[in-house]
């Protein structure tokens, strides 16, 4: 496959609304290390690009990091260790309330 074949992230990826209100956009994880060691470069891209950025994810020490990329980050309580029918409703109150807060676009 030669260059001009290979599939151009930066070319999907592109904010057609920059200079506009930027498009709020969430992204969860069990943990906030994942989020900034994992999808970092996607964090970077999307931010870089005029998107409005919110991490959600249990807070750590890479709750500083992810923020000083220009995300946003919104603390969340997830049992990791065990499955649980109220942990999980718990889970889903929390991600139900910060949906309605943040209103992100959703199509």
């Known amino acids: ?3 001009n074949d290979s599939f151009d992230l930066m070319k999907v990826m592109k ?3 920059k200079g506009v209100t930027a498009p709020v956009i969430a ?3 069990n943990t906030a290390w994942s989020m900034y060691n994992f999808r970092r470069g996607l964090l970077q891209t999307l ?3 005029g998107y409005k950025v919110v991490v959600i994810a249990p807070e750590d020490k ?3 990091k992810i923020e ?3 995300c946003l980050f919104e603390p969340i ?3 990791r260790y065990q499955a649980s029918p109220f942990d999980d409703w ?3 109150r929390q991600l139900r309330r910060i949906f309605r807060d943040r209103r992100f676009n959703l199509s």
Do not use: H
Request: hydrophobic letters at 35%.
């Open 1 to 3: 496959m030669s260059r």
């Open 15 to 17: 904010n057609p609304n």
């Open 27 to 29: 992204l969860l994880s």
């Open 47 to 49: 931010v870089r690009e």
């Open 62 to 64: 890479y709750r500083c």
């Open 68 to 70: 000083e990329m220009g």
């Open 77 to 79: 309580a997830i049992n």
């Open 90 to 92: 718990r889970y889903f």
